[in-house]
């Protein structure tokens, strides 16, 4: 039997497009989500993780219709939302980078295994759409989450025509958390690090939690865990403990 496929409100998907370009902000690409792609393409929440899925250095966007579901509220989830991600995000390599359904996901999955952010925050969810942009020279690929309180997607044509044009519009915008990478500036010493991974490690040694981090640097605690993924890679170790048993401070001059 063939599957249905839902037939595209043509000059509702032309409106969508065209409104894409007019996004500088990200309040623009809220509105643009929530007011004109929810009409072409269904679904509750819109999660986009990018960054290098290889080595765990991500950061994510959201777009929700689901009180209290916000970017900040991802990123300050206690549950290991990275690792949820990473497997999502493998699964679409698997599946020829093509795009997926996951039907009855919560009902499918141990909820211990899931982030708290999806048993507290999630737990009408019922199905998930996942698609993926490789990024071939940045190597900052995208996943794109689509996420739905009802029991499955349907499969729709508007989805191959619609995405290119947010991810485009999504990758010209600011990050909620942009900041300069500390690994295009000058100031490298001791192991390599950046001045601010300095900062961080010294904080660390100090016994202060990522939150507490975050507040002396004026950073999200979802930017201070980045910096620490870079700062283990570049001593070699795996955890906290290890960071702080190995760094050796730079020499004041």
Known sequence: ??????????????????????????V?????????????FPHDVLIAVW?????GLLSYDVCSNIPGIRTQTLQES????DHLMTRLYKQWLSNGERWYRINNFIADNNTEELPEFFNN??????????????????????????????S????????????????????????????IDDDELPGY?????????????YWLRMGKTNFEIGIILGISPNTVKNHLKR???KLDVSSRAQAVATYVPPKLN
């Open 28 to 40: 623009d690409f809220f509105r643009w989500q929530q007011d004109y792609v929810t009409k072409v």
């Open 152 to 179: 499955e997607f349907q499969t729709s044509s508007v989805l191959g025509m619609l995405l290119p044009h947010l991810d485009a519009a999504l990758r010209r915008i600011e990050s909620l958390e942009h900041e």
């Open 78 to 81: 206690p549950g290991d939302i």
């Open 231 to 233: 700062i283990f890679i």
């Open 121 to 150: 925050k999630l737990a009408a969810i019922k199905s998930l759409l996942v698609y993926g942009v490789r990024d071939m020279r940045g190597n900052n690929d995208c996943l794109y989450v689509f996420m739905n309180q009802k």
């Open 51 to 55: 960054g290098d899925f290889n080595k």
């Open 189 to 201: 010493h001791v192991h390599g690090l950046s001045d601010r991974e300095h900062e961080i490690v």
């Open 1 to 26: 039997m063939t599957e249905q496929i839902d037939k595209p409100d043509w000059n509702a998907l032309i409106e969508v497009i065209q409104r894409s370009y007019m996004i500088k902000k990200h």
